[in-house]
């Protein structure tokens, strides 16, 4: 096993870790310079046995792989074979004078990201420059992905486990989800059991003058208020008061995606309220007959 490194300009933007399987150390110390004098401070390791290449691959994590494919005592499959076993999202380039058109195919197949003929040097550089920019893109939209399922469990789980109602349906009010919380509520026992039975979300606006009720559109309480009180009719046909607060979710366009907002049931605090105000009109009617005796 030989160690060469090149420490010219070791930068994070252009330092490139190289793991060559070859058994010749003229052609691993060519391959170091060519992709040095290319704008790249190298660390690279020379292995030439499944042993070495194991213990590289061990010790450090590497940017590329580029492998000769016939060694006395190793070979360019066998190199990869461990690659695949290790499944290391980094590319693994194959570099022979001595492989024919259909072993190459079958390589590729199995995993390499590309062969290239010994001598080829025009073609070597910009493959690995493309492979690397490649295996950078995969690995940025992996991240992506990642924080993505992570900030998705987050709010799932504070969506599910919220004390107050949480929704989401359609500009027209159709239910497409909802927490425990509000299906409790609305007196159900489950959350799938509610969104099919109750289809749409219908508040409905109370008038104290007039002490009727109407019902209203929620896009429209989204695009205008936002914030309101209305009435629901539980399972039950018992009315539940909510206090609701409504928004859109918008795409690039600007059309509405959805609508997602949260519902308060408020029914006991409005109840005590009004025994209040009925205590007090009650105290003041009682003062109102004791002053007049």
Not at 32 to 38: F, G, I, P, V
Request: hydrophobic content about 40%; charged content about 30%.
């Amino acid at each position: 096993m030989n160690t060469h490194q090149e420490n010219s300009v070791q930068t994070p933007e252009n330092e490139l870790k190289v793991l060559i399987v070859e058994d010749s150390k003229i052609e691993a110390k060519f391959t170091a310079n060519l992709l040095k004098k290319n704008g790249y401070a190298v660390v690279s390791e020379r292995v030439e046995t499944a042993v070495e290449m194991n213990e590289a691959l061990n010790n450090r994590k590497w940017d590329i792989i580029i492998s000769d494919y016939q060694m006395p005592d190793f070979c360019g499959m066998e190199a990869l074979k461990i690659f695949m076993e290790r499944e290391i999202d980094i590319p693994f380039i194959l570099v022979s004078g001595k492989i024919g058109e259909e072993t190459a195919v079958d390589l590729m197949k199995m995993g390499a990201h590309d062969y290239i003929m010994k001598g080829n040097t025009a073609r070597l550089i910009p493959a690995i420059k493309s492979h690397l920019k490649q295996a950078a893109s995969r690995r940025d939209k992996k991240r992506l992905e990642n924080a993505l399922r992570e900030s998705e469990a987050q709010y799932r789980g504070f969506f599910e486990n919220a004390a107050i109602g949480i929704f989401r349906c359609t500009e027209q009010g159709t239910l497409t989800d909802a927490n425990l919380n509000l299906a409790q509520s609305m007196g159900y026992e489950g959350v799938q059991d509610f969104i099919r039975s109750a289809i749409t979300l219908v508040p409905e606006i109370h008038n104290p003058d007039t002490r009727e009720a109407h019902t209203v559109s929620i896009r429209e309480q989204a695009e205008v208020k936002g914030n309101f009180e209305g009435i629901f009719h539980r399972k039950d046909g018992s009315i539940m008061e909510a206090n609701i607060n409504v928004w859109a979710l918008r795409d690039e366009s600007g059309s509405i995606s959805y609508l997602e907002g949260t519902i308060e049931d408020i029914t006991e605090r409005k109840q005590i309220e009004r025994k209040l105000r009925e205590m007090e009109q009650l105290h003041e009617s009682i003062i109102d007959l004791t002053s007049n005796l």
